[in-house]
């Protein structure tokens, strides 16, 4: 069971006020996973324990309680705050409703916790937004159950090769297109590359950007992303934005 | 089923009050009917006409029974200044705290997309149109220090600079009176790195 006394490495993804000088706030643990957890008096006193208790901040935290909501016993910093430049913080905000619409409460992932820290430090560079948000994705899609093959055909199991085009099907795979097959076809090397991890630009990063909405949407529920709309209106044509366009 | 009595249906819409559980209306309830019924009447006819006729100010969003607040329509505001604040409870704070005499901007909170606050909840784009008409030399960002608040800073001053208007941030740091080692890591590294020549 777990110790009050025991700091464990965690974010927080949410939080909303609760009561006057409390907070709820939705945490992420690499050994407990997501659960919601009160912050009794986050907000009072001369250092109020709330400027800490922010998303993209990686904490030590403490809690207690059995119940669905836990009670928050202690908070430290563990290092400083991960600062999203311009566009990153709305990255930001996505991967952290990603979590919120996929992964289950009380189901621990260490490895996917390690994941999005990484994530988000790749994101706190500033530099490439796509390639993150992909292989966060991509990752997210395993570690919950629901992993995409990019290296094998889902029908015939025969591998994927760079010189063709593949066409997806929902909650199945990856299968090679074939003549008939309309809209959404991803060349074979550019489902290699997302496998491998490797930076994509231009047309390859708009495919995978494509795949990748296509895959994660029977696991997201009607709602619409809310993260999404902050690409789609803040214009920007100097850069594709790193997140799906369009409905 | 019996109907629930008045007494019972007023505790009840009390509690729709911050702060106010059970026990407390109850306290409020008994209050008026005993002591008070000159001030819960008054009360119960300004509670009505307020819910009625107070909407929001076209222009800047804040809670106004004209069309277009005071602020916005005195005509000694400078209207090149623009200050962007969460809630009109801010407009008060600067007001008493400050010189500003320039016009504000209320979003009525900040992005928050797990929260469903999208740009449209924020009336931004009735900012866009403001900018649009022209006329501003300067937005000032007084939302949060929070991620939130972050996030609506960056989007707004996109949007200012596709406009070519000038975007500051209110400064972030050491309360005054604070003394250094009370101050969390992240308030000071801010302080730090704007601090300025004296």
Avoid at chain 2, 53 to 61: L, T, V
Avoid at chain 2, 129 to 153: D, K, N, P, Y
Wanted: net charge neutral; hydrophobic share 40%; with cysteine.
């Amino acid at each position: 069971m777990h110790s009050r006394d025991r700091l464990e490495q965690a974010f927080v993804l949410h939080r909303r006020d609760y009561s006057n000088t409390s907070l709820l706030i939705e945490v992420f643990s690499a050994t407990q996973g997501r659960f919601p957890a009160i912050a009794k008096g986050a907000k009072r006193g001369r250092a109020p324990t709330a400027v800490l208790l922010q998303p993209f901040t990686p904490l030590w935290l403490s809690w207690s309680g059995r119940g669905e909501v836990r009670t928050l016993a202690r908070a430290e910093a563990a290092g400083g705050a991960l600062t999203l430049p311009g566009k990153a913080l709305f990255c930001g905000f996505y991967l952290n409703e990603l979590l919120m619409r996929l992964l289950g409460r009380h189901d621990p992932q260490e490895d996917l916790f390690a994941f999005y820290h990484a994530a988000l430090t790749r994101l706190a560079l500033g530099d490439d937004l796509d390639g993150p948000l992909r292989q966060f994705e991509l990752r997210l899609l395993q570690d919950t159950g629901y992993a995409l093959d990019l290296e094998q055909e889902w029908d015939t199991g025969e591998p994927v090769v760079a010189g063709r085009s593949y066409v997806h099907e929902p909650e199945r795979g990856m299968r090679a297109a074939s003549g008939v097959d309309e809209g959404l076809t991803v060349a074979g090397a550019t489902l290699l590359a997302l496998a491998a991890g490797e930076p994509l630009a231009g047309t390859a990063a708009r495919e995978a950007r494509g795949l990748m909405r296509a895959a994660l949407a029977p696991y997201l529920g009607p709602r619409p992303l809310k993260s999404r709309e902050l690409f789609q209106q803040s214009g920007g044509a100097s850069t594709a934005p790193p997140l799906h366009e369009g409905d | 089923m019996a109907e629930r009595s008045l007494l019972n249906q007023l505790i009840d819409a009390l509690r729709c009050l911050p702060g106010v559980g059970p026990k407390s209306a109850q306290r409020i309830a008994f209050h008026l009917l005993d002591h008070d019924r000159e001030g819960g009447r008054r009360l119960a006819v300004v509670l009505g006409d307020a819910m009625e006729r107070i909407n929001r100010c076209a222009r800047c969003r804040t809670l106004s029974e004209q069309a277009l607040c005071a602020l916005c329509a005195n005509p000694n505001r400078d209207p090149s200044l623009l200050c962007i604040v969460e809630n009109p409870a801010e407009i008060v704070a600067i007001e008493q705290a400050t010189g500003f005499r320039g016009l504000y901007f209320v979003l009525g909170g900040r992005l928050s997309p797990l929260d469903g606050l999208g740009p449209a909840q924020l009336g931004l784009d009735v900012l866009e149109a403001r900018f649009r008409e022209g006329g501003l030399a300067e937005l000032i960002l007084a939302v949060s220090a929070t991620v939130e608040g972050i996030a609506t800073s960056n989007y707004i001053a996109e949007q200012a600079a596709r406009h070519g208007v000038r975007v500051t941030r209110i400064a972030h740091g050491v309360p005054l009176g604070g003394e250094l080692e009370h101050v969390d890591g992240g308030t000071l590294a801010h302080a730090f790195a704007g601090r300025h020549a004296i």
